[in-house]
């Protein structure tokens, strides 16, 4: 049930209901119920705050944006200390390959938050991206960047 993902262990909190497994959300601090694809959001969001160095205070989870009028949730968005989109990831269950069909979703919902950086991520396969908005180039990037690299830009 757990699939083991490709980053490093996760002290994920578990716990079971009478009918379900529930996973604790360690920024929104609230039990949610486990799908594949929230096991997957919470070990990248373990990993972005323990390995990354990024401050649980600066990441939204499934913040509500608008694409085309319509609704949409942005799986993580990383924030700078000033309040400004540092690097949207967008999670998908180890069952679901990452297409370029994946990235293009991240890359539209950039299109409203105008982050520097994009990463998707099944748990398993890993991609990250730099966009120069100016150029309108995206350049992919060899590994995720921590907190302080996302800064830079």
Same mark, same amino acid.
């Given at each position: 049930?757990?699939?083991?993902?490709?980053?490093?262990?996760?002290?994920?909190?578990?716990?079971?209901?009478?009918?379900?497994?529930?996973?604790?959300?360690?920024?929104?601090?609230? $039990?949610?119920?486990?799908?594949?694809?929230? $096991?997957?959001?919470?070990?990248?969001?373990?990993?972005?705050?323990?390995?990354?160095?990024? #401050?649980?205070?600066?990441?939204?989870?499934?913040? #509500?944006?608008?694409?085309?009028?319509?609704?949409?949730?942005?799986?993580?968005?990383?924030?700078?200390?000033?309040?400004?989109?540092?690097?949207?990831?967008?999670?998908?269950?180890?069952?679901?390959?990452?297409?370029?069909?994946?990235?293009?979703?991240?890359?539209?919902?950039?299109?409203?938050?105008?982050? #520097?950086?994009?990463?998707?991520?099944?748990?398993?396969?890993?991609?990250?991206?730099?966009?120069?908005?100016?150029?309108?180039?995206?350049?992919?990037?060899?590994?995720? #960047?921590?907190?302080?690299?996302?800064?830079?830009?």
């Amino acid at each position: 049930m757990y699939e083991q993902l490709k980053l490093p262990k996760a002290d994920i909190q578990i716990r079971q209901n009478a009918k379900t497994s529930e996973l604790f959300d360690v920024v929104r601090k609230v $039990w949610l119920p486990y799908t594949p694809e929230e $096991w997957v959001r919470q070990n990248i969001l373990h990993f972005l705050i323990n390995y990354q160095d990024v #401050p649980p205070s600066l990441i939204a989870v499934e913040m #509500p944006i608008k694409v085309n009028r319509m609704e949409r949730r942005c799986d993580i968005v990383v924030y700078s200390r000033t309040g400004k989109p540092a690097m949207i990831v967008e999670c998908k269950a180890p069952g679901v390959k990452v297409t370029q069909k994946t990235v293009d979703q991240a890359g539209r919902y950039n299109l409203t938050l105008k982050a #520097p950086y994009l990463m998707v991520s099944n748990g398993l396969r890993h991609y990250a991206f730099s966009i120069d908005f100016e150029n309108e180039s995206t350049t992919a990037l060899n590994s995720i #960047p921590d907190y302080s690299s996302l800064l830079r830009h």
